[in-house]
């Protein structure tokens, strides 16, 4: 487990920031509008805004798509519409295939996570296509055989199909990542000091020898426990003053129960 009061991130990259908006999305022969609205909305949740469709058949029309886009709207409406596949990755620097199956022509594959940062990197030199099959057939061989990589993205043994919309979030968020556009949010009050967190301490050592939890043989050795688990938390002083409260009222509780009760 790493440290609370350590921060990490993973893979950022300063120069990778803007690579981003040069992740296109191609979606090919898709069959159904409402998946294409999905991914517009998984694209706009991560900053991506390049889309092209390559001859959708959308056999349910188009209201789906922008049922299912919700605020990705503006992603949906600035899609491109090209007759073959080869025109939506011409100025491309690399085609990205994605594919569930294993084979001949489907090897060298990686996880969207492992692949991240050299597509990124590889976006500084020009759009990036991301390419996505059709529902029901996925990406044919020839296509395939156009790459120049394949992602797979990593499921259970009894069930390997993705939904359209699905596959496109989680490509999206692991490049999103990569890119170092999320940093994660931090702590912004700072640690309890030192005297105050001993204080605590002391606190509930009284607290719980009154309840009984603890003998005072003992006490030490339970206070090493209590310790450490305060320790694995970067407690704040508005921590170390809730914590101190409870043991303050459970020790006026223990107090007030073992004093005795007058005869009736």
Same mark, same amino acid.
């Given at each position: 487990?790493?440290?609370?009061?350590?921060?990490?991130?993973?893979?950022?990259?300063?120069?990778?920031?803007?690579?981003?908006?040069?992740?296109? =999305?191609?979606?090919?022969?898709?069959? *159904?509008?409402?998946? =294409?609205?999905?991914?517009?909305?998984?694209? /706009?949740?991560?900053?991506?805004?390049?889309?092209?469709?390559?001859?959708?058949?959308?056999?349910?029309?188009?209201?789906?798509?922008?049922?299912?886009?919700?605020?990705? /709207?503006?992603?949906?409406?600035?899609?491109?519409?090209?007759?073959?596949?080869?025109?939506?990755?011409? $100025?491309?620097? /690399?085609?990205?295939?994605?594919?569930?199956?294993?084979?001949? *022509?489907?090897?060298?594959v990686r996880t969207?996570?492992?692949?991240?940062?050299?597509?990124?990197?590889?976006?500084?030199?020009?759009?990036?296509?991301?390419?996505?099959?059709?529902? $029901?057939?996925?990406?044919?061989?020839?296509?395939?055989?156009?790459?120049?990589?394949?992602?797979?993205?990593?499921?259970?043994? $009894?069930?390997?199909?993705?939904?359209?919309?699905?596959?496109?979030?989680?490509?999206?968020?692991?490049?999103f990542l990569a890119?170092?556009? *999320?940093?994660?949010?931090?702590?912004?009050?700072?640690?309890?000091?030192? /005297?105050?967190?001993?204080?605590?301490?002391?606190?509930?050592?009284?607290?719980?020898?009154?309840?009984?939890?603890?003998?005072?043989?003992?006490? $030490?050795? &339970? &206070?090493?426990?209590?310790?450490? =688990?305060?320790?694995?938390?970067?407690?704040?002083?508005?921590?170390?003053?809730?914590?101190?409260?409870v043991a303050r009222?459970?020790?006026?509780?223990?107090?007030?129960?073992?004093?005795?009760?007058?005869?009736?």
């Open positions: 487990m790493r440290p609370s009061t350590q921060r990490f991130v993973i893979g950022k990259i300063p120069s990778l920031l803007p690579m981003i908006s040069n992740i296109r =999305i191609v979606l090919i022969g898709t069959l *159904y509008s409402g998946n =294409i609205g999905s991914v517009c909305r998984a694209m /706009a949740n991560f900053g991506l805004t390049d889309l092209v469709l390559v001859s959708p058949v959308c056999a349910d029309g188009w209201a789906e798509a922008s049922k299912f886009a919700v605020h990705g /709207a503006s992603v949906l409406e600035g899609r491109r519409t090209v007759a073959t596949f080869d025109e939506s990755v011409a $100025d491309c620097a /690399a085609v990205v295939g994605t594919t569930a199956r294993l084979g001949l *022509y489907r090897q060298h969207p996570r492992e692949a991240a940062p050299g597509l990124l990197a590889l976006a500084g030199g020009g759009p990036v296509a991301l390419v996505f099959g059709r529902e $029901d057939k996925g990406l044919l061989n020839d296509e395939i055989a156009r790459c120049t990589h394949l992602l797979r993205i990593p499921t259970g043994t $009894d069930y390997t199909s993705i939904n359209l919309g699905q596959a496109a979030l989680l490509c999206a968020y692991e490049l890119s170092g556009s *999320y940093e994660p949010p931090c702590e912004k009050a700072p640690p309890a000091p030192a /005297a105050h967190r001993l204080r605590l301490l002391e606190l509930w050592r009284e607290m719980l020898l009154l309840i009984g939890f603890m003998t005072p043989e003992k006490a $030490d050795h &339970m &206070m090493q426990g209590v310790q450490r =688990i305060f320790s694995r938390g970067a407690l704040t002083t508005d921590d170390v003053n809730i914590l101190m409260g009222q459970a020790g006026w509780a223990a107090r007030a129960n073992s004093k005795p009760k007058p005869e009736p």
